[in-house]
């Protein structure tokens, strides 16, 4: 068990272009999450798959993100026409319903500024 | 809708102090709740949970989170705070049938050596 991983791990941007985030769970965790954290907040939530099924968007989430976990193992998070007020940290947490008591770990990070 | 609010944002204390930092949430229903602290430099870490039975609960590195349900508060205690403590603490929510957690904004600790 090596933890959740995310790549990369910063990512510096212009505005206007795309990127793209990866996150690697702990294996066999069937929950996967994503969260954006900026300054001075906790995170907030933006959405979770259960296997590589998308369960839940928050409404944080315009139709530039969008996010994927295809084979229900890792997750890429895409933001196109990227914009200065997405600059944040984008975290990932995993979690297993087994047992019916959920926690989620997190993994490090992405953090990304759009100039 | 719900929230979690943290009543400080930063902390300053001396070693060896006690350390209480609050947590308040508005949800009447059942909730889990958590404690999460970020080290500088690194990632969230679970530090305690309460999921259900003994109100009181215990974490790692002898911390401690009280909850009672008729203040809608899960406090974060440690009677004597080191240096090494110094971080960021989270407290977070998930309530109902709601998977996702709600989080405070966070607390920053810092402890002078």
């Known amino acids: 068990d090596t933890g959740v991983s995310q790549d990369p791990r910063h990512k510096i941007t212009k505005r206007g272009q795309n990127v793209t985030f990866r996150c690697d769970p702990i294996?066999?965790?069937?929950?996967l999450y994503w969260y954006r954290q900026t300054l001075g907040q906790g995170p907030e939530f933006l959405t979770y798959?259960?296997?590589?099924?998308?369960?839940?968007k928050s409404r944080l989430l315009s139709d530039r993100f969008s996010a994927e976990r295809p084979k229900g193992s890792f997750s890429t998070l895409e933001i196109q026409r990227t914009e200065q007020g997405d600059s944040a940290m984008y975290l990932c947490a995993s979690s297993s319903t087994l047992g019916g008591l959920e926690t989620q770990y997190f993994g490090p990070g992405t953090r990304l500024l759009v100039l | 809708a719900q929230s979690v609010s943290q009543h400080n944002h930063h902390v300053i204390l001396s070693e060896a102090a006690s350390l209480e930092l609050g947590c308040n949430y508005s949800y009447g229903g059942t909730v889990n709740l958590f404690w999460y602290v970020q080290y500088p430099g690194q990632h969230l870490q679970l530090l305690l949970k309460?999921?259900?039975?003994d109100p009181l609960v215990k974490g790692i590195k002898g911390f401690e989170a009280e909850f009672i349900k008729s203040k809608f508060s899960f406090n974060l205690r440690k009677p004597s705070v080191q240096w090494s403590d110094t971080a960021e603490y989270f407290c977070a929510v998930n309530a109902g049938s709601n998977y996702q957690l709600i989080w405070g904004a966070g607390t920053k600790l810092i402890i002078k050596p």
């Open positions: 294996s066999e965790h069937n929950r």
């Open positions: 798959f259960q296997n590589e099924a998308q369960l839940e």
């Open positions: 309460y999921f259900s039975g």
